[in-house]
């Protein structure tokens, strides 16, 4: 407006445009502080993660705004691209959780402005989730575990473990028993642990070579699982044969052998459980011995048949644990000729009358042999008859062969023998004495 000093004055107008020339006095402003975005581990290469945007109140080239990793972030570039126009950052390689799960790095935002370029930051915050590209790993390789073959079901005899580097349900492990298990003798529960599922029997399978396989659902993973079955003492001994008879000759010399008796037993060789010690028990048992662990039997001392003729004999077999079994023994002595016969009595009397006719039987003796069979059969001899009398050799009748006369003799003193029919012969003696009676025969 302007106005003269005439009265009335006199006054005129204008328009005036004044234009405020930009100065780089603001800096950038992101949109969010911080950024924070997830992003899957199997992301292709060259997917996008997030974008920062940053605005800038001035104009021109102080409001021209590009990005970048901040000076101490900048070895992120071999794995983030930053477009520096639009502030979209990429992937430039694919990103593995289990090796780098987080990222957290400064984006700077810088105007263009000619005196001094205003430079602002702002966090980023990545998180890698995860995807299931992680088998299981077994912690070892081969397990080895034992058991008793009487365990009950549902004993424990050792557990596996894997560990599995995904997370949450891709970490999450099954397992199976894949092999070497054709009976389903075992389980394996889903914390690891194998148990006893079936009756085991050693003597019939002492080992199992298991394969236990572990999957995530995606991946699976296998494992040896060598379990040793141990010994239960639940065989009994088995005596070979239930009944031993033997004949053994009465003049076999102390120690001699008698018979083996044997026994098998099915539970682990050179254990306890199957070791056997054998033992002797019956009426005359105490004349052999036993040897505890071969099962022979000897004699255990002299013998005699005419004392003893038979034993009855029951060896035990026990193993270590209480089991046993018997078998019966039946000892039968055979006769030796070493009984010699034996005389009613040491010494017979007779009388007969002085004219007794020729023939006369005077007496009869007789004799026993303890012996058996041939060695037992008698036979009668005598001496010193003077041809008077005779013995018959298989009665033993004593008969008058002459006449007699009490007159030349009134006594006769004989000697008689008994011998058996055994080699060698064995012979007893006994005596005769024949006295003669008076008869009026002399004028």
């Known amino acids: 407006m302007a106005q003269t000093d005439t009265s009335p004055p006199l006054v005129a107008y204008t328009q005036v445009t004044?234009?405020?020339?930009?100065?780089?006095?603001?800096?950038?402003?992101?949109?969010?502080?911080?950024?924070?975005?997830?992003?899957?581990?199997?992301?292709?290469?060259?997917?996008?993660?997030?974008?920062?945007?940053?605005?800038?109140?001035?104009?021109?080239?102080?409001?021209?705004?590009?990005?970048?990793?901040?000076?101490?972030?900048?070895?992120?570039?071999?794995?983030?691209?930053?477009?520096?126009?639009?502030?979209?950052?990429?992937?430039?390689?694919?990103?593995?959780?289990?090796?780098?799960?987080?990222?957290?790095?400064?984006?700077?935002?810088?105007?263009?402005?000619?005196?001094?370029?205003?430079?602002?930051?702002?966090?980023?915050?990545?998180?890698?989730t995860d995807h299931n590209d992680e088998p299981p790993i077994f912690s070892q390789d081969i397990y080895k575990g034992a058991v008793n073959e009487d365990a009950l079901s549902g004993t424990v005899i050792l557990s596996i473990t894997t560990t599995d580097r995904d997370l949450g349900p891709n970490a999450e492990v099954t397992y199976y028993i894949t092999g070497g298990d054709q009976m389903n003798q075992f389980t394996v529960g889903q914390s690891g642990e194998i148990y006893v599922s079936k009756k085991l029997d050693r003597e019939k399978k002492p080992w199992y070579d298991l394969t236990v396989s572990a999957t995530d659902g995606a991946f699976v993973s296998a494992a040896k699982v060598q379990v040793t079955i141990l010994d239960a003492n639940d065989n009994s001994p088995v005596c070979k044969t239930p009944l031993y008879e033997e004949t053994i000759s009465e003049s076999v010399p102390s120690g001699s052998y008698v018979v083996r008796v044997t026994a098998t037993d099915a539970d682990e060789p050179d254990t306890s459980n199957s070791r056997i010690k054998y033992t002797l028990t019956g009426s005359g048992s105490q004349s052999f011995v036993m040897h505890e662990t071969t099962g022979i039997i000897s004699t255990g001392g002299l013998l005699d048949r005419e004392t003893v003729a038979k034993y009855n004999l029951l060896v035990t077999a026990s193993d270590g644990g209480g089991r046993s079994c018997t078998s019966q023994v039946l000892v039968t002595l055979s006769d030796v000729n070493d009984n010699e016969p034996t005389f009613s009595l040491p010494s017979y009397s007779v009388t007969v009358a002085e004219n007794a006719e020729v023939n006369t039987l005077l007496t009869r003796v007789s004799a026993i042999d303890y012996d058996l069979g041939i060695n037992r059969k008698v036979r009668y001899a005598m001496k010193e008859s003077e041809g008077r009398f005779v013995i018959d050799s298989i009665s033993g009748i004593v008969s008058l062969t002459r006449p007699l006369d009490r007159e030349e003799q009134a006594m006769y003193n004989l000697t008689l023998y008994a011998h058996d029919q055994g080699t060698p012969k064995m012979t007893s003696r006994a005596y005769l004495i024949i006295r003669l009676l008076d008869v009026n025969d002399n004028p």
């Open 18 to 128: 004044v234009k405020i020339m930009d100065v780089n006095d603001n800096n950038p402003v992101f949109e969010s502080d911080p950024y924070e975005v997830t992003i899957a581990e199997n992301a292709e290469i060259g997917s996008k993660v997030i974008r920062v945007v940053a605005h800038d109140k001035d104009t021109g080239a102080n409001a021209d705004i590009s990005y970048d990793f901040a000076g101490e972030y900048k070895h992120l570039s071999n794995v983030f691209a930053i477009d520096s126009q639009t502030g979209w950052i990429t992937t430039l390689v694919t990103l593995d959780r289990e090796m780098i799960d987080h990222y957290r790095f400064d984006v700077e935002a810088s105007d263009r402005g000619a005196q001094k370029k205003l430079t602002e930051r702002v966090i980023v915050d990545i998180t890698v």
